[in-house]
Protein backbone atom coordinates (compact mmCIF):
# COMPACT_ATOMS: atom_id res chain seq x y z
CA UNK A 1 0.00 0.00 0.00
CA UNK A 2 1.25 3.24 -0.85
CA UNK A 3 2.48 5.75 2.19
CA UNK A 4 1.02 8.96 1.33
CA UNK A 5 -2.48 8.72 -0.64
CA UNK A 6 -4.64 11.11 -2.41
CA UNK A 7 -8.38 11.33 -3.12
CA UNK A 8 -9.96 11.60 -5.56
CA UNK A 9 -6.84 11.29 -7.87
CA UNK A 10 -8.97 13.30 -10.97
CA UNK A 11 -11.31 15.55 -10.78
CA UNK A 12 -13.28 17.88 -13.26
CA UNK A 13 -15.76 20.57 -11.40
CA UNK A 14 -17.55 23.96 -12.32
CA UNK A 15 -16.88 27.02 -11.61
CA UNK A 16 -18.14 28.11 -8.38
CA UNK A 17 -18.10 24.81 -6.68
CA UNK A 18 -16.86 23.71 -3.07
CA UNK A 19 -13.90 21.19 -4.03
CA UNK A 20 -11.93 19.36 -1.34
CA UNK A 21 -8.66 17.10 -2.03
CA UNK A 22 -8.14 14.41 0.90
CA UNK A 23 -4.44 13.22 1.73
CA UNK A 24 -3.80 10.62 4.03
CA UNK A 25 -0.79 8.96 5.62
CA UNK A 26 0.79 5.84 7.14
CA UNK A 27 4.12 7.08 7.65
CA UNK A 28 4.08 8.64 11.00
CA UNK A 29 5.12 11.81 9.85
CA UNK A 30 4.03 15.11 11.46
CA UNK A 31 5.14 17.41 8.79
CA UNK A 32 2.41 17.84 5.59
CA UNK A 33 2.36 19.73 2.98
CA UNK A 34 0.24 21.01 0.43
CA UNK A 35 1.74 21.63 -3.70
CA UNK A 36 0.89 22.84 -6.70
CA UNK A 37 1.65 22.15 -10.14
CA UNK A 38 1.34 24.18 -13.30
CA UNK A 39 3.11 23.60 -16.27
CA UNK A 40 6.19 25.41 -17.07
CA UNK A 41 6.18 26.75 -13.59
CA UNK A 42 7.55 24.02 -10.94
CA UNK A 43 5.49 22.79 -7.66
CA UNK A 44 4.63 25.80 -5.57
CA UNK A 45 3.41 25.54 -1.48
CA UNK A 46 0.21 26.43 -1.08
CA UNK A 47 -0.47 25.33 2.52
CA UNK A 48 1.87 23.34 5.02
CA UNK A 49 1.53 22.01 8.77
CA UNK A 50 4.16 21.28 11.09
CA UNK A 51 1.22 19.16 13.81
CA UNK A 52 -1.99 19.26 14.07
CA UNK A 53 -2.35 22.62 15.49
CA UNK A 54 -0.10 24.38 13.06
CA UNK A 55 -1.23 25.79 10.35
CA UNK A 56 0.85 28.01 8.12
CA UNK A 57 0.22 29.68 4.30
CA UNK A 58 2.77 28.90 1.63
CA UNK A 59 3.69 30.78 -1.38
CA UNK A 60 0.02 31.01 -3.02
CA UNK A 61 -2.70 30.25 -0.25
CA UNK A 62 -5.61 32.91 -1.94
CA UNK A 63 -8.28 30.70 -3.09
CA UNK A 64 -7.24 27.72 -0.87
CA UNK A 65 -7.97 26.46 3.21
CA UNK A 66 -6.97 23.24 5.11
CA UNK A 67 -7.72 21.19 7.68
CA UNK A 68 -5.30 18.67 9.57
CA UNK A 69 -7.99 16.23 11.00
CA UNK A 70 -5.30 14.29 12.52
CA UNK A 71 -1.99 13.30 12.07
CA UNK A 72 -2.65 11.68 9.47
CA UNK A 73 -5.22 13.45 7.37
CA UNK A 74 -4.46 16.77 5.91
CA UNK A 75 -7.26 18.53 3.49
CA UNK A 76 -7.25 20.91 1.08
CA UNK A 77 -10.87 23.11 -0.26
CA UNK A 78 -11.22 24.99 -2.56
CA UNK A 79 -14.45 26.98 -1.45
CA UNK A 80 -15.25 28.41 -4.54
CA UNK A 81 -13.19 26.93 -7.47
CA UNK A 82 -12.09 28.89 -10.56
CA UNK A 83 -10.12 27.98 -13.75
CA UNK A 84 -6.87 29.12 -13.10
CA UNK A 85 -7.30 26.58 -10.21
CA UNK A 86 -7.11 23.69 -12.74
CA UNK A 87 -3.33 21.86 -12.02
CA UNK A 88 -1.73 19.25 -10.53
CA UNK A 89 -1.94 19.10 -6.82
CA UNK A 90 0.22 17.03 -4.55
CA UNK A 91 0.58 16.07 -1.10
CA UNK A 92 3.56 15.51 0.71
CA UNK A 93 5.13 14.29 4.61
CA UNK A 94 7.92 14.38 6.22
CA UNK A 95 9.21 13.88 9.78
CA UNK A 96 9.75 16.21 12.06
CA UNK A 97 13.30 16.03 13.51
CA UNK A 98 15.01 18.78 11.99
CA UNK A 99 17.26 19.65 9.66
CA UNK A 100 17.08 20.24 5.93
CA UNK A 101 17.95 16.71 4.71
CA UNK A 102 14.36 15.33 5.66
CA UNK A 103 13.18 13.87 2.60
CA UNK A 104 9.43 14.91 1.49
CA UNK A 105 7.65 12.11 0.14
CA UNK A 106 4.51 13.01 -2.34
CA UNK A 107 1.85 11.41 -3.14
CA UNK A 108 0.45 10.35 -6.44
CA UNK A 109 -1.00 13.66 -6.99
CA UNK A 110 -5.19 14.76 -7.53
CA UNK A 111 -5.47 16.27 -11.35
CA UNK A 112 -8.26 19.00 -10.92
CA UNK A 113 -10.08 20.88 -13.82
CA UNK A 114 -12.37 23.47 -13.05
CA UNK A 115 -14.48 24.23 -16.28
CA UNK B 1 13.03 34.11 0.10
CA UNK B 2 14.84 31.40 -2.56
CA UNK B 3 14.94 30.71 -5.69
CA UNK B 4 15.93 28.04 -8.08
CA UNK B 5 16.81 28.48 -11.68
CA UNK B 6 16.56 25.62 -13.90
CA UNK B 7 17.74 27.04 -17.49
CA UNK B 8 17.38 23.82 -19.48
CA UNK B 9 13.88 23.22 -20.22
CA UNK B 10 14.51 19.98 -22.31
CA UNK B 11 17.60 17.93 -23.18
CA UNK B 12 17.93 14.99 -25.63
CA UNK B 13 20.76 12.63 -24.41
CA UNK B 14 21.41 8.69 -26.39
CA UNK B 15 21.06 6.04 -24.35
CA UNK B 16 24.30 4.88 -22.21
CA UNK B 17 25.61 8.78 -22.24
CA UNK B 18 26.32 10.78 -19.30
CA UNK B 19 23.84 13.83 -18.78
CA UNK B 20 24.23 16.79 -16.63
CA UNK B 21 21.00 18.68 -15.67
CA UNK B 22 21.84 22.08 -14.56
CA UNK B 23 20.70 23.86 -11.02
CA UNK B 24 21.79 27.17 -9.81
CA UNK B 25 19.73 28.50 -6.59
CA UNK B 26 20.25 31.61 -4.90
CA UNK B 27 19.53 32.35 -1.13
CA UNK B 28 20.76 34.52 1.97
CA UNK B 29 20.12 31.55 3.93
CA UNK B 30 23.67 29.81 5.65
CA UNK B 31 22.33 26.52 5.87
CA UNK B 32 20.43 24.80 3.44
CA UNK B 33 19.49 21.64 1.62
CA UNK B 34 19.32 20.94 -2.04
CA UNK B 35 17.36 18.12 -3.60
CA UNK B 36 16.52 16.37 -7.10
CA UNK B 37 13.02 15.02 -7.65
CA UNK B 38 12.22 12.99 -10.86
CA UNK B 39 8.82 13.30 -12.09
CA UNK B 40 7.81 10.31 -14.84
CA UNK B 41 5.50 10.72 -17.30
CA UNK B 42 2.99 8.93 -14.78
CA UNK B 43 3.54 12.18 -12.22
CA UNK B 44 4.25 10.76 -9.18
CA UNK B 45 7.41 12.99 -7.62
CA UNK B 46 10.61 10.51 -6.83
CA UNK B 47 13.78 11.33 -4.38
CA UNK B 48 16.44 10.85 -6.34
CA UNK B 49 19.27 12.98 -4.29
CA UNK B 50 20.07 15.29 -1.32
CA UNK B 51 23.38 17.61 -0.77
CA UNK B 52 23.44 19.80 2.60
CA UNK B 53 25.34 23.23 2.04
CA UNK B 54 27.78 21.86 4.70
CA UNK B 55 28.37 18.25 3.32
CA UNK B 56 32.01 18.55 1.92
CA UNK B 57 31.90 15.82 -0.40
CA UNK B 58 28.84 15.39 -3.47
CA UNK B 59 26.48 13.02 -2.90
CA UNK B 60 26.33 10.11 -4.79
CA UNK B 61 23.40 7.62 -5.00
CA UNK B 62 23.60 4.77 -7.31
CA UNK B 63 23.74 6.61 -11.51
CA UNK B 64 22.75 10.02 -9.55
CA UNK B 65 25.78 12.44 -8.42
CA UNK B 66 25.35 16.08 -7.49
CA UNK B 67 27.72 18.39 -8.50
CA UNK B 68 28.00 20.98 -5.61
CA UNK B 69 29.98 23.78 -6.44
CA UNK B 70 28.49 25.84 -3.07
CA UNK B 71 30.45 29.46 -3.80
CA UNK B 72 28.97 29.33 -7.84
CA UNK B 73 25.97 28.37 -5.88
CA UNK B 74 25.36 25.68 -8.26
CA UNK B 75 23.73 21.89 -7.61
CA UNK B 76 23.78 19.93 -10.81
CA UNK B 77 22.24 16.30 -11.13
CA UNK B 78 24.54 14.10 -12.92
CA UNK B 79 23.44 10.70 -14.50
CA UNK B 80 25.70 8.14 -15.38
CA UNK B 81 25.31 5.61 -18.72
CA UNK B 82 21.45 7.01 -19.18
CA UNK B 83 18.54 4.44 -19.53
CA UNK B 84 15.63 5.15 -21.28
CA UNK B 85 13.59 5.01 -18.16
CA UNK B 86 15.38 7.86 -17.52
CA UNK B 87 13.30 9.89 -20.00
CA UNK B 88 11.32 11.93 -17.38
CA UNK B 89 10.84 15.70 -15.59
CA UNK B 90 13.68 16.23 -13.50
CA UNK B 91 13.42 19.04 -10.62
CA UNK B 92 15.80 20.76 -8.55
CA UNK B 93 14.44 22.03 -5.08
CA UNK B 94 15.91 23.54 -2.11
CA UNK B 95 15.00 24.46 1.46
CA UNK B 96 16.56 26.23 4.31
CA UNK B 97 17.76 24.28 7.67
CA UNK B 98 14.95 24.49 10.00
CA UNK B 99 12.01 25.19 7.52
CA UNK B 100 10.81 22.56 5.33
CA UNK B 101 9.42 24.66 2.91
CA UNK B 102 11.02 23.01 -0.57
CA UNK B 103 11.22 25.96 -3.55
CA UNK B 104 11.19 24.26 -6.62
CA UNK B 105 12.65 25.20 -10.06
CA UNK B 106 10.49 24.46 -13.64
CA UNK B 107 12.20 21.93 -14.45
CA UNK B 108 14.15 20.11 -17.31
CA UNK B 109 12.26 17.11 -19.55
CA UNK B 110 15.46 14.68 -20.24
CA UNK B 111 14.26 12.49 -22.79
CA UNK B 112 16.95 9.27 -23.60
CA UNK B 113 17.14 8.58 -27.30
CA UNK B 114 17.94 4.48 -28.23
Known amino acids: DADVTQTPRNRITKTGKRIMLECSQT?????MYWYRQDPGLGLRLIYY???????NKGEISDGYSVSRQAQAKFSLSLESAIPNQTALYFC??????????????FGPGTRLTVL | AQKITQTQPGMFVQEKEAVTLDCTYD???????LFWYKQPSSGEMIFLIY??????QNATEGRYSLNFQKARKSANLVISASQLGDSAMYFC???????????FGTGTRLTIIP
Open chain 2, 51 to 56: QGSYDE
Open chain 2, 27 to 33: TSDQSYG
Open chain 2, 93 to 103: AMTPFGNEKLT
Open chain 1, 49 to 55: SFDVKDI
Open chain 1, 27 to 31: KGHDR
Open chain 1, 92 to 105: ATSDLSGGAENEQF
